[in-house]
């Protein structure tokens, strides 16, 4: 007897499409890491600024040409608050922001990389970030708190494979786990990409925005440290390669691959 595939007794298998936004372990580690450091905020207030000299980054600290300010945490300091700043956030709504973007971009980062690589990423890119503030704010006296540094690396670091047929941001994707893992283009390719320089000119356009106006957000008189943003997104832009542990195509094979079902690069 002839069998038929269309018979309802021998239903086709669907394959299970995971959903794009399910958090990876990786990030939502992160995620409860700010959430539970910002229960200092229930400390007694001198405390609670304590923890923010302390762990801030605070341009003052490598500058001795002027007002002669001792802060909290001695040389150390001067070392780990290139980092743990970025774990320091003013109120819920600045956590919520920083989130939001997290969510689409380091999703597919944290799946692609290790948890290793993800933890040790957002530590370069906030570093990095804390670099550029130091630069254009040497003489700042006003900790930097807040992961947007990271976030902003994140961003940069996902639009390399972003826009790739099948990944995440594409026409055309697989589920969460298959949409980060498509090779990446090289940054000469991507920066020869349509979309890809969309996104770089609404991202920067944005960033000079609040750098212009000097729009504030998350805190009363807090402003947005714009150069601390594009210090994390460079650094994610241009570091991504080193991290990243998927294979890259041969160029001609990756312009291929980056073709959506529209016919555009």
């Known amino acids: 007897m002839d069998s038929h595939p269309e018979s309802p007794l021998a239903p086709p298998p669907e394959a299970p499409r995971e ?3 399910t958090l990876p372990p990786a990030l939502t580690a992160y995620i409860l890491l700010v959430a539970a450091i910002h229960l200092r905020v229930l400390l007694p207030p001198e405390l609670e600024n304590w923890t923010i000299d302390v762990f801030g980054f ?3 600290r490598y500058d001795s040409t002027l007002l002669d300010i001792t802060f909290p945490g001695g040389e150390g300091a001067k070392v780990w608050t290139f980092v743990t700043y970025s774990l320091l956030h003013a109120n819920l709504t600045h956590i919520g922001f920083n989130v939001l973007w997290l969510l689409p971009f380091g999703s597919a980062l944290a799946r692609r990389f290790d948890a290793l690589r ?5 530590a370069v890119t906030a570093a990095a970030g804390a670099l550029a503030h130091l630069l254009t ?7 930097m708190i807040g992961a947007s540094a990271s976030v902003s690396g994140t961003m940069a670091a996902a639009i390399r494979f972003a826009f790739v047929k099948g990944s995440f941001l594409s026409f055309s994707r697989g589920d969460a786990e298959a949409a980060a893992k498509v090779p990446a283009l090289s940054l000469w390719r991507a920066l020869r990409n349509g979309r890809v320089l969309a996104f770089l000119a609404i991202w920067f356009g944005v960033n000079i925005l609040f750098g212009a106006t000097s729009l504030s957000l998350g805190g009363e008189g807090a402003s947005v ?11 994610g832009l241009l570091l991504f390669s080193l991290f990243d542990p998927v294979p890259r195509t041969r160029d001609d094979a990756a312009d291929a691959s980056s073709v959506d079902q529209s016919g555009r690069v």
């Open 19 to 21: 959903p794009i936004l």
């Open 58 to 60: 605070i341009p003052k």
């Open 118 to 122: 993800f933890f040790v990423f957002m």
């Open 137 to 143: 704010h040497e003489h700042a006296i006003a900790p």
């Open 225 to 235: 440290a714009w150069q601390a943003h594009i210090g994390g997104f460079l650094a």
